[in-house]
């Protein structure tokens, strides 16, 4: 247990449905990361916050994807309008700050969408 | 951040020494050297990291050779609770930047 928590961990949607997922990082960790996984592959960014600032999104985060880190504390990623494209394991990483570059990670949130 | 190259799979005795080699030809004079590793259904677990000089904890070591275009994640007595995906990644040591992972190597400790 790294002490990031995520919630829930396991996801089931029918196609269209809107989804939200939580992360909860490390108490005093004031950077916060997402990442997706698909079968085989390694984890992908998807976007980052510095506190409660959202600092930097990937290409993969498409206009359907929302996150937000109200307060800098726990973080909140939603799914709009699910498609079967979105079936993978949503990752989220906290790390302290400049001075440590190690990210911990959750055990993810695995999504099914049918 | 540098590319790296890993091998797909590797088997190894309980007990015995895992070598998992990386390559890293590309990489640059301030770029540091990571491992994680990736056990089944469970997020990646930071494992080692190191820029020039070889690296030690109570997980593994970390063996990085003088011209630092190639690695060694050595697990000294490997137990059936190493098995994962192991992922060697290079990277500047600066705030922000994400972790890119590539498909790392699938590490197999079999009885």
């Known amino acids: 247990d790294t002490g990031v928590s995520q919630d829930p961990r396991h996801k089931i949607t029918k196609r269209g449905q809107n989804v939200t997922f939580r992360c909860d990082p490390i108490?005093?960790?004031?950077?916060l990361y997402w990442y997706r996984q698909t079968l085989g592959q390694g984890p992908e960014f998807l976007t980052y916050?510095?506190?409660?600032?959202?600092?930097?999104k990937s290409r993969l985060l498409s206009d359907r994807f929302s996150a937000e880190r109200p307060k800098g504390s726990f973080s909140t990623l939603e799914i709009q309008r699910t498609e079967q494209g979105d079936s993978a394991m949503y990752l989220c990483?906290?790390?302290?700050?400049?001075?440590?570059?190690?990210?911990?990670f959750g055990p993810g949130t695995r999504l099914t969408v049918l | 951040d540098a590319k790296t190259t890993q091998p797909t799979s590797m088997d190894c005795a309980e007990g015995r020494a895992a070598n998992l080699p990386c390559n890293h030809s590309?990489?640059?004079?301030?770029?540091?050297v990571y491992w994680y590793r990736q056990i089944h259904s469970q997020g990646p677990q930071y494992i080692i990291h190191?820029?020039?000089n070889n690296e030690t904890n109570e997980m593994a070591s970390l063996i990085i050779t003088e011209d630092r275009k190639s690695s060694t994640l050595i697990l000294p007595h490997a137990t059936l609770r190493d098995t994962a995906v192991y992922y060697c990644?290079?990277?500047?040591?600066?705030?922000?930047?994400?972790?890119?992972f590539g498909k790392g190597t699938t590490l197999s400790v079999s009885s």
């Open positions: 990483a906290s790390r302290a700050g400049p001075s440590t570059d190690t990210q911990y």
């Open positions: 108490s005093e960790h004031n950077r």
């Open positions: 916050f510095q506190n409660e600032a959202q600092l930097e």
């Open positions: 590309t990489i640059s004079g301030n770029e540091y």
């Open positions: 190191g820029l020039k």
């Open positions: 990644i290079v990277r500047y040591n600066q705030a922000g930047t994400a972790l890119i």
